[in-house]
């Protein structure tokens, strides 16, 4: 029952709004009148396609998507995306400079986290003989020279001429490191630095903000996308943004030398085929509709944007409190810190698990960082209310004005 439910701050898969599930659960049985339920209606019939269409335009009224960018419906999560980002680009940057050899294609990543890592493995695993080059590593930057604590000032970037791509995480979910949406802040992403070109080859990995406020200069990106399961939907969906340029005959460019990409890789096969050259996933898809409905009658990402940032200036003002008074410690430096995912330890002996068992008792779930990085990890993506918030808000000032002996 909705009561039994408690406040989950989870890293994802997240918490969703408690109307849509209940909108969703009427869906499992019986989907808009058809009498089928979403999991077992065609995807080719009428209706569905219809519904599709409509997350379509959502999602493009929402975050202003131009009509240079098309909106693509894929699956394989973030981590497909790892690697379809990369074949996809190396065949463009082919079909555009096929006289290169393969040594002179350079995909440029900037590791700020976990993800951009793993991102940047994932190239270097697909890359052929094209190359990847860290155009900053922010580990270095840290006091030890290991720790993802922030995002690097623009003077650290070295990017490379003309590379195939220029990928960036813009909010690293484990260690809660974020891009500032405030162009003149210096925790931005530099975007100045690179060519003025319009046809720019900038990747972002928005999985853990999309939605939750604007994208900066999304115009400028080749590719902007998200799994669903932060802030939109049940996981099996991914959300793809890409402009119409690097959607590219994949085949041409194997001919040229290129890496065949499988079908279920190339942008092309879905923009082709209206995201459905095979089965969608339309249980989340219907979920995500929900969702981008509930979203605009609230008021869209202004909304999010003027929540989420009240919600994570509220836990970074009581961490602040906890940290001048010796018992607690934030992982990220300020300037730096994620709106969605704010990290910090809990210190003195055992005071962390305490910490937790306290969170339980009140029913606030989902509170242990990452096993990488360890501590507390407050995730407060869209669903996660403001009263959600001032709950945990209220315990952390509880503990930290209480601490344990
Ligand atoms: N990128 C980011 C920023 C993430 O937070 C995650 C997962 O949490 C991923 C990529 C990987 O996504 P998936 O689990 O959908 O493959």
């Given at each position: 029952?909705?009561?039994?439910?408690?406040?989950?701050?989870?890293?994802?898969?997240?918490?969703?709004?408690?109307?849509?599930?209940?909108?969703?659960?009427?869906?499992?049985?019986?989907?808009?009148?058809?009498?089928?339920?979403?999991?077992?209606?065609?995807?080719?019939?009428?209706?569905?396609?219809?519904?599709?269409?409509?997350?379509?335009?959502?999602?493009?009224?929402?975050?202003?998507?131009?009509?240079?960018?098309?909106?693509?419906?894929?699956?394989?999560?973030?981590?497909?995306q790892f690697?379809a980002v990369v074949?996809n680009m190396?065949?463009?940057?082919?079909?555009?400079?096929?006289?290169?050899?393969?040594?002179?294609?350079?995909m440029d990543y900037v590791?700020?986290?976990?993800?951009s890592?793993?991102a940047?493995?994932?190239a270097?695993?697909?890359?052929?003989?094209?190359?990847?080059?860290?155009?900053?590593?922010?580990?270095?930057?840290?006091?030890?020279?290991?720790?993802?604590?922030?995002?690097?000032?623009?003077?650290?970037?070295?990017?490379?001429?003309?590379p195939a791509l220029i990928y960036y995480c813009e909010?690293?979910?484990?260690?809660?490191?974020?891009?500032?949406?405030?162009?003149?802040?210096?925790?931005?992403?530099?975007?100045?630095?690179?060519?003025?070109?319009?046809?720019l080859p900038l990747v972002g990995d928005y999985?853990?903000?999309?939605?939750?406020?604007?994208?900066?200069?999304?115009?400028?990106h080749a590719i902007i996308y998200?799994?669903?399961?932060?802030?939109?939907?049940?996981?099996?969906?991914?959300?793809a943004i890409v402009r119409?340029?690097c959607?590219?005959?994949?085949?041409?460019?194997?001919?040229?030398?290129?890496?065949?990409?499988?079908?279920?890789?190339?942008?092309?096969?879905?923009?082709?085929?209206?995201?459905?050259?095979?089965?969608?996933?339309?249980?989340?898809?219907?979920?995500?509709?929900?969702?981008?409905?509930?979203?605009?009658?609230?008021?869209?990402?202004?909304?999010?944007?003027?929540?989420?940032?009240?919600?994570?200036?509220?836990?970074?003002?009581?961490?602040?409190?906890?940290?001048?008074?010796?018992?607690?410690?934030?992982?990220?430096?300020?300037?730096?810190?994620?709106?969605?995912?704010?990290?910090?330890?809990?210190?003195?002996?055992?005071?962390?698990?305490?910490?937790?068992?306290?969170?339980?008792?009140?029913?606030?779930?989902?509170?242990?960082?990452?096993?990488?990085?360890?501590?507390?990890?407050?995730?407060?993506?869209?669903?996660?209310?403001?009263?959600?918030?001032?709950?945990?808000?209220?315990?952390?000032?509880?503990?930290?004005?209480?601490?344990?002996?």
């Amino acid at each position: 029952s909705a009561e039994s439910r408690v406040v989950n701050f989870g890293p994802g898969p997240s918490a969703l709004p408690l109307p849509v599930l209940e909108e969703a659960a009427k869906g499992l049985i019986n989907f808009q009148g058809t009498g089928i339920g979403i999991a077992e209606i065609s995807h080719r019939s009428k209706e569905f396609s219809a519904y599709l269409d409509g997350v379509e335009s959502q999602i493009r009224e929402q975050l202003g998507v131009p009509p240079t960018h098309s909106i693509l419906f894929l699956q394989g999560g973030g981590t497909g995306q790892f690697s379809a980002v990369v074949l996809n680009m190396l065949a463009r940057h082919r079909l555009l400079h096929p006289e290169l050899e393969d040594s002179e294609r350079v995909m440029d990543y900037v590791l700020t986290g976990s993800w951009s890592k793993a991102a940047a493995q994932e190239a270097g695993r697909l890359a052929g003989g094209a190359r990847v080059n860290i155009a900053v590593d922010a580990r270095t930057l840290s006091s030890g020279g290991k720790s993802f604590d922030r995002i690097p000032p623009h003077e650290a970037y070295a990017f490379s001429k003309d590379p195939a791509l220029i990928y960036y995480c813009e909010n690293e979910t484990v260690s809660g490191v974020q891009f500032s949406n405030d162009e003149s802040a210096p925790e931005s992403f530099p975007f100045h630095l690179l060519p003025q070109d319009t046809l720019l080859p900038l990747v972002g990995d928005y999985s853990s903000s999309f939605m939750s406020r604007p994208i900066p200069r999304l115009a400028d990106h080749a590719i902007i996308y998200a799994g669903a399961q932060k802030n939109l939907g049940p996981a099996g969906l991914t959300i793809a943004i890409v402009r119409q340029d690097c959607i590219v005959d994949v085949d041409a460019a194997a001919k040229l030398g290129a890496v065949p990409v499988p079908t279920t890789l190339a942008y092309k096969t879905f923009a082709d085929q209206k995201s459905m050259p095979n089965t969608p996933p339309v249980f989340a898809l219907y979920v995500t509709g929900l969702v981008l409905k509930r979203n605009s009658e609230l008021g869209g990402v202004a909304y999010y944007e003027a929540l989420n940032r009240r919600k994570q200036e509220k836990v970074y003002k009581v961490l602040r409190e906890g940290e001048a008074k010796g018992l607690l410690k934030g992982h990220v430096r300020q300037g730096s810190g994620s709106w969605m995912n704010i990290v910090f330890v809990v210190l003195g002996d055992g005071a962390e698990a305490l910490f937790l068992a306290g969170a339980e008792e009140r029913g606030l779930k989902g509170l242990k960082g990452h096993r990488s990085v360890g501590g507390i990890r407050i995730s407060l993506y869209n669903a996660v209310t403001e009263e959600e918030t001032d709950r945990v808000v209220e315990y952390i000032r509880e503990f930290i004005n209480q601490p344990p002996a």
